[in-house]
């Protein structure tokens, strides 16, 4: 066995994409299984933190999605119980949670993201939506792309080809969100970057291409067998490779991130990469993106697990 002990992989919980997380959390135990771990999985339930306290493990492998799993909450109270992580901090998971924030700190450090709003649902319905809304599509043009400001999946989220799609698109959005992104939509390849830090800096895997059957990558896209088709990696040219990858890596430092990332990216028709959002807990099932992106750089999976949480052992 493994000499990292017990270990607790925390999976499910209560935000929308729940069902999401217990699929990444079965892979997550299978691999590190597999690789010589104590592996135990729990929920984040009221027995949680009394069955920690009671039988404290060594380390934890959060794979909560959306709401509290990357927001920072979970990890606080990891912290509180003195439990070592693999994963970025709380204070660097509310930024990078942020949709809006994540864009603007990523922007202060020179990176391209495509030019957007945030809406709170309350504004949009006090200073009137038909004003509000001509006056972003005037500001920022067709198409647009609309999604909430917290969370992932593609939960809530739609394109904008014409003004008149607009009001529908929010209150889909406004269905998993009290605020909406509105940015303006870039037409390109879907591109994801993985980045890892196993003590030596962080590094990108190779990017992952994205191309959906149905033309969208929504939730049915994301973790349906056959719905998407992957290019690991990329068909990119070199220097496009390397533009993404760069920006990923930046990305994840200039938000504060440690242990893993993964930086969602599109790459206009000139072959500019354009940063889209970054996710502080990739998902692990059997049709995300960083497992994907492991295999083509010649990883094991579960090792890449175990060394992440041998790296959250050693801040203990």
Not at 80 to 94: F, K
Not at 186 to 200: A, F, K
Not at 241 to 247: G, N, W
Request: aromatic fraction near 6%; hydrophobic fraction near 45%; glycine fraction near 10%.
């Amino acid at each position: 066995m493994s000499d990292l002990g017990h270990v607790l992989i925390l999976a499910g919980g209560l935000s929308y994409e729940r069902e999401v997380s217990l699929r990444s959390g079965r892979r997550v135990a299978e691999v590190l299984r597999a690789a010589g771990v104590d592996v135990e999985t729990r929920d984040t339930d009221a027995s949680l933190v009394p069955s920690v306290l009671a039988d404290p493990p060594d380390a934890a492998f959060v794979t909560l999605h959306g709401g509290a799993g990357e927001d920072g909450a979970i990890r606080s109270v990891l912290e509180l119980l003195g439990i070592p992580y693999v994963g970025a901090a709380p204070d660097a998971c509310r930024v990078a949670f942020e949709k809006p924030t994540a864009k603007a700190v990523v922007r202060s450090w020179g990176l391209n993201t495509p030019d957007s709003v945030a809406l709170p649902k309350e504004t949009f319905h006090d200073l009137g939506a038909s004003a509000v809304l001509g006056r972003i599509v005037d500001q920022l043009g067709l198409p647009l792309f609309v999604k909430p400001s917290r969370g992932g999946s593609a939960l809530g989220a739609s394109i904008v080809r014409s003004a008149e799609e607009l009001p529908a698109a929010m209150v889909g959005c406004f269905a998993y969100g009290d605020t909406a992104l509105i940015e303006k939509y870039i037409e390109g390849v879907e591109v994801s970057v993985s980045v890892v830090d196993l003590g030596d800096g962080p590094i990108a895997l190779p990017p992952v291409e994205i191309v959906p059957v149905g033309g969208v990558y929504d939730y049915a896209a994301r973790y349906t067998a056959g719905h998407t088709e992957f290019f690991a990696p990329a068909r990119l040219t070199d220097d496009v490779t390397q533009a993404c990858l760069a920006m990923a890596v930046a990305a994840h430092s200039a938000l504060g991130l440690r242990d893993l990332s993964r930086t969602d990216l599109i790459v206009d028709e000139a072959g500019k990469p354009w940063f889209l959002e970054v996710n502080v807990a990739p998902g692990m099932t059997e049709t995300s993106l960083l497992p994907m992106a492991a295999e083509a750089d010649g990883r094991d999976l579960g090792m890449l697990c175990k060394g992440l949480l041998e790296i959250a052992t050693a801040r203990r």
